[in-house]
Every structure is written in C-alpha cells, then in structure tokens.
C-alpha cells in the first residue's frame, strides 16, 4: 500500500530545485530534481508551482503542508524575497504562489535557516536544547534552533552569521586582507570562512590558484603549505563558533555544506576552541551533519507542518 504523504519540501538552489515528499517519520517517500531557471522571474514561478503540484499529486492530491527552502531572505514586513542567487528578487513570492495555487499556503524559509532546523529536530542536533546550523559552502550562513523552534528575528536575519566582522587581531595576525562582502560590508567572517574564503587564503599564502580538491584529500596527503592554509580558516572559523559560544552558548554545532568535509575540520575546530572558551566554559559538541542533500527540503518541510500546527492551536 502506498505510504501517505505527511509533508513535502521544495530546496531551491541557483542550479536545481529538489522537490521530496516525507512520511510521517520524514523518510523520503518520492523525489525528483528540476533545473532552476534564471532567464525570469515568471519561468522561475511556473517551475515552483508545478514542483508543487507534482507533490500535491504525489501525495494522493491531499493538501500537505509544503515548505519551500531559498537562499534569501523573505521580508516580513513586506514578503518581497531578498534574494542574490535566484531571479526573485523583491519580488512577493509567497503572494504570487498563493494566487497561482487557489489559496493554497506555502511556507518561505531561507535555506540555511531550513538545514539549521532539519538538523536540530531531526538530524545530528536532535538530543540538544540549542543548537546552531552553520553551513560552510560558497557562502557562510545559519540558524538558530532552541528547543526545537527555529529563531527568526525581526528581519529574517537571524542566522546570518557570515556577516559579523572577522576581528582586526586575527587578520593582522596571519597578514590578510580586509575584503569586500556581497553584503555590502568589508571584512565579514564569509569573505575568508566560507569555502571560498579557504581558496582565497590558499591564494593568499601559495600565491597561487588552489582547487578546492586539493583540500579533499587525506589530511596526510595535504602538503605542508596547504596545512597551513586550513590551520588559519580554522582559526578564523573557531573565532566565529567562540562569538556564538559568547552570545547563544549553544549545545550543538551542526556543520553542513560542501567546504564542511574538509579534512580535520571538526577536530580542528573543536581544539582551537578549547583554547578560546573562557574559563568555567564548556564548548558545544560540534559535528557534522546527518541530513544529507534532503536537510534542506526537510528542514523547509518541518517549517511547514510547525506553521500548520500553530493555525490549527
Ligand atoms: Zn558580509
């Protein structure tokens, strides 16, 4: 007997829209992938709402809550999408879906903030109170999760960690540059932290264009210069975990994104700690996370049944 769909999740990515659809214990019942269009915003609307409408079908034609992960930001002001990667916008999203789908309501949630919950709930946070996401991929960014509820802000802008400022000590402290953020600011953690930031250090110190392959191998096959370069993103990533340790105190940090399997990583960011934590502190467990590519659709999905559970309260 075919299993009923308990929730489905939409990961849109700048290159692919993942569409899942979970039981009632979040395995993956059916999945499939599409091209993300980038030529328009309307392109980019019909691909969504027939993502939508395959889970609909898929899930027996019963309205599911469906959660939909971007990389952006959704205005709660205003519902515009802020969005850098996709052809959305300040465009009203979550409006122009509703229309397109007879009333039918979708959750937005930034694709960052839907890993950080997948894994807090569901994945490698699930025994722990606080928990923070940090996805390490291209860019640098997160979510907060206390007791199971994600924290949103004001401005949708919690979790975006990447954006806090790499502190003056450490840049003079291996000679790197002050670089100039997406975001508009100079010298934010993303700018060296992120996977690209590995590179650019790698450029910084090699002098030379270092494939992120070359960081993939066996720590023991990584030649010494390029040791040093991840000792200092690691440096500069466990400064960041110690400024969170000083705000939230988290329990758990879960690691996700590509630049996340770096050799050495979570050792290395779990020691370098140690020496920063100020005295009477414990440090979170930090790992990786269990999630796999499904995280993001998932953690968009569980917004979705949380959303559906509140209205229904
Ligand atoms: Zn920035």
Request: charged fraction near 15%; aromatic fraction near 4%.
């Amino acid at each position: 007997m075919a299993r009923l769909g308990h929730a489905a999740g939409l990961d849109v990515g700048g290159t692919k829209i993942a569409a899942q659809l979970f039981d009632e214990t979040w395995n993956v019942i059916d999945a499939r992938e599409v091209a993300t269009p980038k030529t328009s915003y309307a392109s980019l609307l019909n691909v969504i709402v027939n993502e939508i409408n395959w889970l609909h079908a898929t899930g027996d034609g019963v309205q599911i809550p469906i959660g939909i992960g971007l990389p952006g930001i959704v205005d709660p002001r205003t519902g515009a999408v802020l969005t850098a990667n996709l052809p959305a916008s300040g465009h009203p999203l979550w409006t122009d879906l509703v229309q397109r789908l007879a009333g039918f309501d979708p959750v937005i949630i930034n694709d960052c903030r839907a890993f950080a919950l997948s894994e807090a709930v569901l994945g490698a946070g699930h025994d722990h109170e606080t928990v923070v996401g940090l996805v390490i991929g291209t860019g640098l960014a997160g979510g907060l999760v206390f007791g199971g509820n994600l924290i949103k802000g004001s401005n949708g802008a919690a979790g975006e960690f990447g954006h806090i400022p790499i502190p003056t000590h450490l840049l003079q402290k291996y000679g790197l540059p002050v670089l100039w953020c997406g975001c508009g600011r100079s010298g934010c953690y993303e700018t060296l932290g992120s996977g690209v930031g590995l590179s650019r250090i790698a450029k910084h110190v090699t002098g030379e264009d270092i494939d992120a392959s070359a960081f993939a191998k066996n720590p023991d096959h990584i030649a010494p210069d390029l040791q040093r370069c991840l000792s200092i993103w690691i440096d500069l990533l466990s400064e960041l975990v110690m400024e969170l340790c000083l705000t939230v105190d988290p329990d758990c940090i879960v690691l996700g994104g590509g630049a996340s399997k770096a050799p050495g990583l979570v050792s290395g960011l779990t020691n370098a700690l140690d020496g920063k934590l100020l005295t009477a502190m414990t440090g979170p467990m930090i790992c990786l996370a269990q999630g796999g590519p499904q995280s993001g659709a998932r953690g968009a999905a569980f917004a979705a049944v949380m959303a559906r559970n509140a209205k229904g309260s």
